[in-house]
């Protein structure tokens, strides 16, 4: 099947050197570019990609507001943001605005691909260790960082074997690991780990992972 994508971003440049790499890849095929967060928002309801490449300094609606407005929305795709350096503030806002992961603008055209597979199928493009510096620095210059307050609310909700389940997504446990330190199936994990996102609202395990350091279920370090 086919991974659909749109490209968000300001520098023409990038998008017709994204365009090309993606096009050139039997499986994705760019349906559209959008030059600012606003024509994003708008191009994801008439072209139902099933990922955006999003960078996130853009004028009229900036790539976080935008990835806000997405998944907001009542759509499918998911957000995979574009940045020039791993460390960046504003990638940590987009995380928690529920974006997917996160891209280096200079990733080389497998990276790109491969990013782009990994978060149409569902899962989070993003190692544990960036998330746990991510939130270290960011958290050293505006104090700890408050927890996503509609999953706090529903937090209580989990059970303790969902708890742990969640705790070992923010260690960085693939499903498979889970399993194995369970002793449990990986259906069942499967399970666990959908029924913590649903519970909590979250999107996906990136989210998870930002909401177990911020609630202190894991500590950053």
Do not use: C
């Not at 199928?121 to 746990?132: D, H, M, N, R, Y």
């Amino acid at each position: 099947m086919t991974i659909r994508v749109l490209i968000a971003d300001d520098q023409m440049m990038v998008r017709e050197g994204f365009s090309v790499l993606l096009n050139a890849t039997p499986d994705i095929e760019v349906v559209g570019e959008a030059v600012n967060g606003r024509e994003a928002v708008d191009r994801v309801r008439e072209l139902s990609p099933d990922v955006v490449l999003m960078d996130i300094r853009m004028p009229e609606l900036n790539g976080i507001e935008a990835t806000r407005e997405i998944v907001a929305s009542d759509t499918t795709a998911k957000v995979l943001v574009l940045t020039t350096f791993d460390l960046d503030e504003y990638v940590y806002q987009a995380l928690r605005a529920g974006a997917s992961g996160f891209l280096l603008k200079d990733a080389s055209a497998r990276q790109l691909a491969d990013g782009v597979r990994v978060v149409a199928s569902g899962e989070a493009l993003l190692a544990p260790s960036v998330t746990k510096r991510l939130i270290t620095e960011f958290s050293k210059l505006s104090g700890t960082p408050r927890p996503m307050q509609s999953a706090m609310t529903a937090y209580g909700d989990l059970t303790d074997r969902e708890t742990e389940v969640l705790v070992l997504i923010a260690q960085g446990l693939s499903n498979a690991e889970i399993a194995e330190r369970l002793v449990v199936a990986e259906s069942t994990i499967k399970t666990h780990v959908s029924r913590v996102l649903v519970k909590l609202g979250l999107r996906d395990r990136t989210q998870a992972a930002v909401f177990a350091y911020e609630a202190r279920l894991v500590t950053p370090g």
